[in-house]
């Protein structure tokens, strides 16, 4: 069983940071991709950032592009997403997830909040 457990999220004010990591417990050679998706509350989930494991290669949704950076840690099976320049409309919660092949593994989530 894979657990992914994500961590860093919390209140900050309008036009802050926040770092968000993830931790994955499975052989890192087995990893093929990880990301991040939120979901606001009434509203559905949305694609956040993408990173490919092995060559590193990134993915943004559009409303993070210049914002956002996701970047891997590869020993320590570990993910990270810096958010910067915060604003009210990045509140959600979000979710880690780690793809294995064809499966697909997700956190509980964690929750940003963004104060105006």
């Known amino acids: 069983q894979v657990q992914v457990v994500e961590s860093g999220g919390g209140l900050v004010q309008a036009g802050g940071s926040l770092r968000l990591s993830c931790a994955a417990s499975v052989r890192r050679f087995l990893i093929s991709a990880m990301g991040w998706t939120r979901q606001a509350p009434g509203k559905e989930r949305e694609f956040v950032a993408g990173?490919?494991?092995?060559?590193?290669?990134?993915d943004y949704g559009d409303s993070v592009k210049g914002r956002f950076a996701i970047s891997r840690e590869y020993a320590k099976n570990t993910m990270y997403l810096q958010m910067n320049s915060l604003n009210a409309e990045d509140t959600a919660v979000y979710y880690c997830?780690?793809?294995?092949?064809?499966?697909?593994?997700w956190g509980q989530g964690t929750q940003v909040t963004v104060s105006s």
């Open positions: 990173i490919s494991w092995h060559d590193g290669s990134t």
């Open positions: 997830n780690v793809r294995v092949g064809v499966d697909q593994y």
